[in-house]
């Protein structure tokens, strides 16, 4: 089964500063995409970026930014020029692709969360 | 295009009672799928539908159970309720094998 670790519980950045948020993950697929959502107070769940395994080229998202490392199981996200309304839980998150092969190709599975703060 | 909308927003029910939730996808998305986030289990995968069949089931008990329709829309059921199940249930449509899932606000789900 496939397993995601978000090692940084919280997270602090001031304004217009950059922060690296942390995710590992774990599997012995070849064909996945990996995700980074943000969860504000207000609850809705928003994509921010996704990676797909196969594409050596690191996603980009205006300000944010991912680090794939797919030999160390690593999808870092980089948020850069950071804003007041980037405070919000983040969840980074695995889903198997299709030619992995069986039916489970739909289901997410996410890390703890790690939650921002931004200082003005 | 209108966004995944999810209904009631809030719900309050008693143990014992049983609850529906429902979920409209985004315009031509024809995969919905559920999740249960609570504080101490973080976000954890119900199931999946696709053209009104359930692809893919997490580890829930039987008293959870869903359906989706011709139109895409979804909606899940929980019976008798249990305190443990208190929690906020996201409901995410897809377009495509390749394309990300878009989440709704969600229902949160409180059990007395």
């Known amino acids: 089964a496939q397993t995601v670790t978000q090692s940084q519980p919280e997270m602090s950045v001031q304004e217009a500063e950059t922060v690296t948020l942390s995710c590992t993950y774990d599997?012995?697929?070849?064909?996945?995409?990996l995700f980074w959502y943000k969860q504000p107070p207000s609850r809705q769940m928003i994509l921010v970026i996704r990676?797909?395994?196969?594409?050596?080229q690191n996603a980009t998202e205006n300000r944010f930014s991912v680090n794939f490392q797919k030999a160390a199981k690593s999808f870092s996200l980089k948020i850069s020029d950071s804003q007041l309304g980037d405070a919000a839980m983040y969840f980074c998150?695995?889903?198997?692709?299709?030619?992995?092969?069986?039916?489970?190709?739909?289901?997410?599975?996410f890390g703890q969360g790690t939650i921002l703060t931004v200082h003005p | 295009k209108a966004g995944v909308t999810q209904t009631p927003r809030y719900l309050i029910k008693t143990r014992g009672q049983q609850v529906t939730l429902s979920c409209s996808p985004i315009s031509g998305h024809r995969s919905v799928s559920w999740y249960q986030q609570t504080p101490g289990q973080g976000l954890q995968f119900l199931f999946e539908y696709f053209s009104e069949t359930q692809r893919n089931k997490g580890n829930f008990p039987g008293r959870f159970s869903g359906r989706q329709f011709s139109n895409s829309r979804s909606e899940m059921n929980v019976s008798t309720l249990e305190l443990g199940d208190s929690a906020l249930y996201l409901c995410?449509?897809?377009?495509?094998?390749?394309?990300?899932?878009?989440f709704g606000d969600g229902t949160r789900l409180s059990i007395l």
């Open positions: 599997t012995s697929e070849s064909d996945y995409y």
């Open positions: 995410a449509s897809r377009q495509g094998q390749g394309q990300p899932q878009h």
């Open positions: 990676q797909e395994a196969y594409k050596q």
């Open positions: 998150a695995y889903r198997r692709g299709r030619n992995a092969g069986g039916t489970s190709y739909g289901k997410l599975t």
